[in-house]
């Protein structure tokens, strides 16, 4: 398994950043990319990393929220751009909780969900929406709908993290983030965990992770953590969690502000990570 940080607030080398998450990976003979980040930078950054983003097998969307699935309207924009000059394109498979792909909008009244309705996507793309586990290879599942196991975790989809509303069957209602997902990978070492922005909890995600999987052996966690201005007792709670976890490492990315990797980083190995970062189990 090969993952390359496409997207991120942090940048190694000649690349850019930006508030959002993506990353390119590698498994089993298939290329996936997991997340779109804001804009098109993460296309811009994989052109400078030789990365091929016209020819992956698959797309995998963590949650709705911008900052993960607006750069999808410019991978579309590209992809038809390659129609109109008659190059053969694939038709990826796409994967996301049901959720994933329905309007938001914040309390303001804007519009924060995915850009593109799925009549759009799947011009280009094979949907697959799933609240249930799916196993894109033998050692890759796309999580689904994530148990929320933790009491302290609530503060990432409740308090802090009702940001507005979700249009569900017709009705809006208030967003509860239930569309929030990741993928695990099995190696001989144990999981590789990669997560958007963990608006079901971390350790919520984790623990799903290992009931899937059947393993509760960590190797890496690589992404989001949703740590911004996290209250006191949530954090030294993940910190227990982490330091009885002892995962081999961990790649803390998007939207997990210094307090939070600092202190994350007293108990658990919390590994330098930016634009560019190429990590190989």
């Not at 994989?46 to 991978?75: R, T």
């Not at 799916?134 to 196991?149: A, H, P, Q, S, Y």
């Not at 899937?212 to 996290?230: K, S």
Request: hydrophobic residues 40%; contains cysteine.
């Amino acid at each position: 398994m090969r993952t390359t940080i496409l997207v991120d607030q942090n940048v190694f080398e000649f690349l850019s950043s930006e508030f959002g998450f993506s990353c390119y990976v590698e498994i089993d003979g298939l290329k996936l990319l997991f997340d779109t980040g804001f804009s098109n930078i993460f296309l811009k950054n994989a052109l400078k990393l030789e990365i091929n983003l016209h020819d992956i097998d698959g797309l995998i969307l963590s949650h709705g929220h911008h900052d993960h699935s607006w750069g999808l309207a410019h991978l579309v924009q590209s992809l038809m751009q390659q129609v109109e000059l008659q190059k053969k394109i694939k038709k990826p498979k796409f994967y996301c909780c049901p959720g994933a792909l329905e309007p938001k909008w914040m309390h303001g009244g804007h519009q924060y969900g995915c850009l593109l309705n799925k009549e759009t996507i799947a011009s280009f793309f094979d949907i697959n929406t799933s609240n249930a586990p799916i196993w894109i290879t033998k050692n890759l599942v796309f999580l689904g709908k994530i148990e929320r196991t933790f009491d302290f975790e609530e503060t990432a989809y409740k308090e802090n993290g009702l940001p507005g509303k979700v249009m569900i069957n017709g009705r809006l209602q208030e967003d509860l983030l239930l569309d929030d997902s990741a993928v695990a990978c099995k190696t001989n070492q144990g999981l590789v965990i990669i997560t958007g922005c963990s608006h079901s909890g971390i350790c919520n995600i984790i623990e799903y992770a290992k009931k899937v999987c059947n393993d509760h052996r960590i190797v890496d966690i690589i992404g989001g953590f949703h740590l911004m201005n996290a209250d006191n007792n949530r954090l030294e709670k993940i910190c227990e969690y982490f330091k009885k976890l002892n995962p081999k490492a961990v790649h803390v990315c998007h939207c997990t502000d210094f307090k939070a990797k600092e202190k994350l980083a007293r108990v658990t190995p919390v590994q330098e990570t930016g634009v560019g970062l190429v990590v190989e189990h």
